[in-house]
């Protein structure tokens, strides 16, 4: 099991960009794929993308080309570099380690994409 905190969130104008931190204590970080999550109120959990312990990348379909994650194992850190931002971007985005199911989850950063 890894902690993880979450940071980097915050109001943006559409257009713009926000980078999301994911800060994890443990030993084991680099052998952990990595995600990141966002939910927005009256709709379920969506991924938004993945990256596995050997730097392969996934993106849901409605933030490819525009949302790009990455990791450093040296600093136990993965990061969701988010530019072009659209208000339907707006949510809690949540970092997991490990899978959904039995994954360990963070607490959450509220992005708000608002003119």
């Known amino acids: 099991q890894v902690q993880l905190v979450e940071s980097g969130g915050g109001l943006v104008q559409p257009g713009g960009s926000l980078r999301l931190s994911c800060a994890a204590s443990?030993?084991?970080?680099?052998?952990?794929?990595m995600a990141w999550y966002r939910q927005s109120p009256g709709k379920q959990r969506e991924l938004v993308a993945f990256?596995?312990?050997?730097?392969?990348?996934n993106y849901a379909a409605s933030v490819k080309g525009r949302f790009t994650i990455s990791r450093d194992n040296a600093k136990k850190t993965v990061y969701l570099q988010m530019n072009s931002l659209k208000p339907e971007d707006t949510a809690v985005y949540y970092c997991?380690?490990?899978?959904?199911?039995?994954?360990?989850w963070g607490q959450g950063t509220q992005v708000t994409v608002s003119s």
């Open positions: 990256i596995t312990n050997g730097g392969l990348t």
């Open positions: 443990g030993s084991s970080f680099s052998i952990y794929a």
């Open positions: 997991n380690a490990g899978g959904e199911r039995l994954g360990s």
